[in-house]
């Protein structure tokens, strides 16, 4: 069955991927911007993100959730992601986020994280990132799916055409290396996005 999406941040390197792979697989797809589109998106909605509405996101399958900011915007992060939640409270439309490494486990009892070891002059947006994972935990009205990438997140570089799908906890290949290509993790998304078994309300991470 074909798919229609809507990708929030669709111009960013990310985005821009996910809309490729999805379109590449006969999806129908929106790309959600602030400026002029840039995309392989079929559609464009020229949009702020925290200017959408339920109405501008009715019908889509899911929504794909891009956005980026820079550090002296971290807080962005959970507003951004509050504001999507409550557009689509109680919609059939699954909503699905980028994420950040930082969140991740470093511990079995889940309190100690990866973010936690990092420099503070780079803490700021992990750190906001794992509030607003926090604060979407919490949201049983909204049908969300949370992917963090590994920790070496390459823009960059060799495209592999495989991935690990992992869990809450930070986790390396055999040789130690937390590491996925933006190229791997945009196919892991629509992977999700085409999943017969979703994983509704959960945060899961991608590595090779």
């Known amino acids: ?15 821009r991927l996910i809309v490729t792979e999805a379109v590449k697989r006969g999806m129908d797809v929106t790309a959600v911007v602030r400026h002029g589109n840039s995309t392989l998106a079929q ?6 993100l ?11 399958d899911a929504v794909v959730d891009a956005f980026g900011t820079t550090p002296d915007k971290a807080d ?23 994420g950040g490494a930082g969140s991740l486990y470093t511990d079995k009892a889940h309190v100690a ?3 936690d070891e990092f420099p503070d002059d780079i803490k700021a947006i992990p750190v906001a ?30 495209t592999k055409g495989r991935y690990v799908l992992a869990g809450e906890e930070y986790s390396t290949d055999s040789d130690g290396v937390s590491a996925i290509s933006y190229a791997d993790f ?6 999700e996005i085409e999943s017969d078994r979703p994983h509704e309300r959960e945060r899961i991470s991608v590595r090779w």
């Not at 504001?83 to 059939?92: A, I, K, N, P, T």
């Open 1 to 15: 069955m074909s798919r229609k999406i809507a990708v929030v941040g669709a111009n960013g390197k990310e985005g």
């Open 43 to 48: 559609h464009a909605m020229v949009r702020d």
């Open 50 to 60: 925290f200017d959408l509405t339920d109405a501008d996101l009715q019908g889509f």
């Open 76 to 98: 962005e992060h959970i507003s951004s992601l509050r504001h999507l939640c409550d557009v689509l409270s109680g919609s059939r439309t699954r909503l699905l986020v980028i």
């Open 113 to 115: 994280k990866l973010s």
């Open 129 to 158: 990132m794992g509030h607003a994972l926090d604060a979407l935990r919490k949201r049983g009205d909204v049908r969300w799916t949370y992917l963090s990438p590994a920790a070496d997140f390459r823009a960059t570089g060799e």
């Open 186 to 191: 945009a196919t892991a998304m629509v992977d």
